[in-house]
């Protein structure tokens, strides 16, 4: 069966409870593997993905069917779950109850634009903290 995305990019920003660096770097691919994974079988498309200590940031575009809550309720339930399963924190592992509010949507021109300098600076994504950080990120994509 084909699926059709209609341009609905979503940027997901997840932080962890408080902010805590939970996510160490021996873990962190695997981590992302399962995020890309879960999109994936959630007839979405993933175009980027980085998780720092505290947040993860994934660019998706999803089926109409498919609404930015349930998305990100899917990423997050499961993704906390295996966290906890596989012990990659000390503790447990919990993403904010208030889980994936979009910082912005995407056209469809910016998004590989968006995709290639996520992965290829992975700098440049770590730093993103802010809402302001965000939308000078955006200026700096749309001049590529």
């Known amino acids: 069966m084909k699926v059709e995305y209609n341009n609905l990019y979503t940027h997901f920003v997840f932080t962890t409870l408080h902010r805590l660096p939970l996510?160490?770097?021996?873990?962190?691919e695997r981590i992302e593997k399962y995020i890309t994974?879960?999109?994936?079988?959630?007839?979405?498309?993933?175009?980027?993905?980085?998780?720092n200590p505290e947040h993860v940031h994934?660019?998706?575009?999803?089926?109409?069917?498919?609404?930015?809550?349930?998305?990100?309720t899917i990423v997050a339930n499961s993704s906390e779950r295996?966290?906890?399963?596989?012990?990659?924190?000390?503790?447990?592992?919990k993403w904010p109850r208030v889980l994936g509010?979009?910082?912005?949507?995407?056209?469809?021109?910016?998004?590989?634009?968006?995709?290639?300098?996520s992965t290829t600076s992975q700098n440049i994504i770590a730093r993103?903290?802010?809402?302001?950080n965000m939308i000078h990120l955006l200026s700096s994509i749309r001049r590529l």
Not at 82 to 93: L, S, T, V, W
């Open 128 to 132: 993103l903290v802010t809402w302001k």
């Open 82 to 93: 295996f966290i906890n399963e596989n012990k990659f924190c000390q503790g447990k592992f």
């Open 101 to 117: 509010v979009p910082l912005f949507r995407y056209q469809k021109g910016m998004s590989k634009k968006y995709a290639t300098t």
């Open 37 to 51: 994974g879960i999109v994936k079988n959630n007839e979405s498309h993933l175009y980027a993905i980085y998780a």
């Open 58 to 72: 994934f660019l998706i575009s999803r089926a109409p069917n498919v609404s930015e809550e349930t998305i990100a």
């Open 23 to 28: 996510i160490v770097d021996q873990h962190r």
